[in-house]
């Protein structure tokens, strides 16, 4: 299917890599910076085949269009994206809300020297 359909299946895989690391990140961070996302099979604002990833006021675009054939490089892009924007300073590890990304809880403990 993935062969008969290329652009839906990117969609489907922008959209799970926006969606892995902004979970991962609210799952782990209470009080840091908020990231949030949003895409084009829900809101009318964003582009056609396209995942919107929202960092304090700045936004992240990415569409099919773009990301077709590399696909696997849309989630470590959007992680250093998101990483580069974050203000962690006072945030804490947020408990108890699923498997919690080990890479924002590493980002927390760095950015809060001396707070367990």
């Not at 974050?86 to 924002?104: D, N």
Request: proline share 6%.
């Amino acid at each position: 299917m993935r062969a008969r359909y290329p652009r839906y299946y990117a969609q489907k895989d922008l959209l799970g890599a926006a969606e892995s690391v902004v979970a991962g990140y609210q799952r782990a961070v209470a009080g840091g910076t908020p990231v949030s996302m949003s895409h084009s099979w829900r809101d009318p604002d964003v582009p056609d085949e396209s995942v919107q990833v929202i960092v304090g006021g700045e936004r992240l675009l990415l569409t099919v269009e773009e990301w077709l054939g590399r696909i696997e490089l849309a989630k470590p892009h959007v992680m250093s994206w998101v990483s580069a924007r974050v203000h962690l300073e006072g945030a804490k590890h947020r408990a108890g809300r699923g498997r919690a990304e080990p890479y924002w809880h590493e980002a927390v403990r760095r950015a809060n020297p001396g707070r367990r």
